[in-house]
């Protein structure tokens, strides 16, 4: 996750309000010319570092000026994706594959080799034949509205690297620490999901929280995250280094009593903020400013982070940390440092997975540089300590942890894997898998635990005293009531009353200690001002209206479902949520872990004509939320439709029912005025193919139907069907001679969506 110092937390915001000239300059790769990408100190920093070998360094240097290849991954839970994935292999491959642009033959989408079941693809086409080959063109609109609708993902190929290693199962607890703009965390959740079927989702027993500390970008997170429906997910906002413990039911007591135990983690993501010299194939800008107190100035941070997950970690756990630096110090230097103050932590061996992507070990030896001179000529503290430059360096606050250990040895960071861009045509990355074995006696831990250096930057607020670690009392009854999750430092375990004890103790001692800064303390930064979320007793009479009113099963789990709208405010929307979901925020203060989103979103109220003035508000399904309610929907209740009736719904926003042939007008006629569910059943036409059975909701109104989705959804699916967006939209465009302005607007949105997923790397 790229985060440079003056861009540290992607100051433009969601990055979509950028005027074009700014990301020109910055991200484009004829922003500069290719003679003036050169950096002398990091030419000089990095080859001191033995990065790679001599013999390797130019060919190495030359990668990376060169441009970077596009690069998508195919989305959803996995039998979508396989489905979406053959109509790129079956379908647009051969369409491109002998294509001839200029007397040159262009090369078609080709499949990321070390990639799982083949859904990544390398797609490296220059702007100018998108715009004029009308295969590449077609293909490109293709590849704009599935992007659009969440079926496709821009992102860099080692950007996908991380939730691979993470090994995600639907019974984890899962946490992305520094989620935004999310697409690591939609890998996560696809993954929570892997048993959803082509036409329903299923209901995870895990979770996936995805945390990140920029109010704003967690809004880009739960936008990016709707893409794929989940009742298992929650975001927040907070900041990761000190992110909270948090209560969820636990076993019953002995008289039956409801008693409460501390969350932990199967799987953790640190994905930390970095200053991201890995991604300099995109990120030019970088050519003209790296400096190597950048990466300096971030390690404490990330060390920080990487610890906070360590504490949050089940036994047996796994976490994998990553970042788009090639630095040592923000990298094998960070482990080391959270490794020898975690002593039931190691690095695990992933040598033998996806043997298809070339790695390169981590090191070993480094020397940090102490000044923007890049001098290196230190090979340990001490030797630093014992210098001249301590003293005229003394605002640069190197800690032991900059260098390696020495027992570095010890801690076998030749398990961490470097990607480098000359290896397969890449950014750069860095990532590592670290796992939790079974925890050991609390107190000959302590024995075995070396002093902890303090990781704390000058403008965070400190949580507690210099190398003083706060003494874990016993909670009182009334303190006990009173913690709604605020962060834990000392390892606890399960123990949830020493966990309480512990977060109390930091949240007294943080406080008055200096002004905090944007994302400091835990606050996330910004007035928290999220509605709160209250779940529904099943006989409330609204969800007992939708229950049936869309004929849903007893099984559907109506326990579940809540709102969030404000006291005294009328429902307009009702979100469901499973188990765990529901007992993280029963049991933990909303605004204390400042919950921005909760579940997923499966009723809304219909607005407007004869719905609203009647005395019960009609409710409907939301296209995106249909697959979650799908498998509690009475079978009998869903419609059969064909594809020459779901050509009519997607050509106009509101046909009437007359225009329908007879079986399928005769069929809605006798419904009555709601959200209805239509199934069309795997059929060929001269227009057609659908491989697979399709579910839809449409509303029915006393002479017309709606097709319920979005226009974007609407023309993707205009698009994988038909060949061309049939939609009233897409008609508009393409009988007023706009392709190429619609062109060049829907590449505008894709590079925007790069410089997003740009820095997530």
Not at 77 to 106: C, G, K, M, W, Y
Not at 615 to 638: K, S
Request: glycine share 6%; proline share 7%; hydrophobic share 35%.
């Amino acid at each position: 996750m790229a985060r440079r110092k003056k861009s540290a937390h992607k100051s433009t915001g969601l990055g979509f309000r950028r005027k074009r000239k700014d990301y020109d300059d910055e991200f484009r790769s004829d922003a500069i010319e290719k003679v003036d990408m050169d950096n002398e100190r990091f030419r000089t920093y990095y080859q001191a570092q033995n990065l790679v070998p001599e013999e390797e360094w130019e060919t190495f240097y030359d990668a990376l000026k060169q441009h970077l290849p596009t690069t998508f991954r195919v989305a959803g839970s996995r039998q979508v994706a396989n489905t979406l994935n053959r109509t790129i292999q079956d379908v647009h491959v051969p369409a491109l594959s002998d294509v001839i642009f200029e007397d040159q033959r262009i090369p078609p989408p080709v499949q990321i080799p070390w990639y799982p079941d083949g859904l990544a693809w390398n797609f490296n086409v220059p702007k100018k034949i998108l715009r004029k080959s009308p295969e590449f063109k077609k293909f490109h609109s293709f590849l704009v509205f599935e992007t659009e609708v969440g079926n496709i993902s821009r992102q860099e190929a080692v950007s996908m690297l991380p939730p691979l290693f993470l090994d995600v199962e639907p019974h984890h607890k899962v946490i992305d620490m520094c989620a935004a703009p999310g697409s690591k965390t939609a890998q996560l959740l696809e993954a929570l999901h892997a048993q959803d079927s082509v036409i329903a989702a299923s209901i995870p027993t895990g979770l996936l929280i995805a945390n990140d500390s920029d109010q704003k970008r967690t809004h880009l997170l739960i936008h990016q995250s709707a893409r794929l429906p989940s009742p298992a997910l929650m975001v927040t906002n907070l900041d990761a280094s000190i992110y909270p413990s948090m209560k969820i039911v636990g076993p019953p007591g002995p008289n039956g009593e409801e008693r409460t135990r501390q969350l932990l983690f199967d799987r953790i993501l640190c994905d930390v903020p970095c200053s991201g010299d890995g991604t300099m194939r995109k990120n030019v800008g970088i050519w003209k400013n790296w400096q190597p107190m950048d990466g300096n100035g971030l390690h404490s941070l990330q060390v920080r982070i990487l610890q906070r997950a360590m504490k949050l970690l089940k036994p047996d756990g796994r976490i994998v940390y990553s970042t788009c630096s090639l630095n040592p110090v923000e990298n094998e230097a960070v482990l080391a440092a959270a490794l020898k103050a975690n002593p039931d932590f190691a690095l695990v061996d992933v040598s033998d997975k996806l043997p298809a992507l070339k790695r390169r070990p981590g090191l070993t030896v480094w020397r940090p540089s102490v000044d923007r001179t890049v001098n290196t000529i230190y090979a340990t503290y001490e030797e630093y300590l014992a210098s001249q430059d301590v003293k005229d360096n003394s605002k640069t606050k190197l800690t032991e942890g900059h260098w390696p250990p020495a027992d570095v040895e010890h801690y076998n960071l030749h398990r961490s894997l470097r990607l480098y861009p000359h290896l397969q045509d890449t950014g750069g990355f860095f990532v590592a898998v670290l796992e939790r074995r079974a925890l050991i006696d609390g107190a000959r831990k302590r024995e075995l635990s070396p002093p902890v250096e303090e990781y704390q930057e000058a403008k965070k607020p400190r949580l507690e005293k210099d190398h003083e670690e706060p003494k874990v009392e016993p909670p009182s009854a009334e303190l006990a009531n009173t913690f709604e999750g605020v962060a834990v430092v000392g390892d606890v375990g399960d123990n949830t009353e020493a966990a309480l004890a512990v977060d109390l103790a930091i949240q007294g001692s943080s406080k008055g200690k200096g002004k905090k800064s944007k994302d400091s303390g835990g606050s996330g930064g910004g007035v928290f001002k999220e509605p709160p979320y209250t779940f529904l007793p099943p006989t409330d009479p609204i969800l007992k209206n939708c229950i049936e009113r869309l004929s849903l099963t007893p099984a559907f789990p109506s326990s579940n479902v809540l709102i969030r709208n404000p006291a005294g405010e009328a429902v307009r929307s009702l979100y469901l949520a499973n188990d765990l979901v529901k007992s993280v925020v029963e049991h933990n203060d909303y605004t204390r872990i400042r919950l921005s989103a909760a579940g997923t979103k499966v009723f809304t109220k219909q607005e407007g004509g004869k719905a609203s003035a009647e005395a019960e508000p009609h409710f409907r399904v939301l296209g995106e939320g249909l697959p979650v309610i799908l498998p509690f929907v009475n079978p009998e209740t869903i419609i059969t439709a064909d594809l020459s009736s779901l050509k009519i719904l997607i050509q106009s926003y509101y046909p009437l029912v007359t225009s329908f042939s007879e079986s399928f007008k005769s069929i809605v006629e006798g419904l009555g005025v709601g959200s209805h569910a239509i199934k069309i059943s795997p059929a060929e036409s001269d227009d057609a193919i659908l491989t697979h059975d399709l579910f839809l909701s449409i509303w029915k109104s006393n002479v017309s139907l709606t097709l319920m989705m979005n226009k974007k959804a609407k023309s993707a699916l205009s698009m994988r069907l038909f060949g061309a967006d049939i939609t009233p939209a897409g008609r508009v465009v393409a009988d007023s001679g706009e392709d190429d302005q619609e062109t060049e607007v829907k590449t505008q949105v894709v590079q925007e969506s790069d410089i997003l997923n740009a820095a997530d790397n």
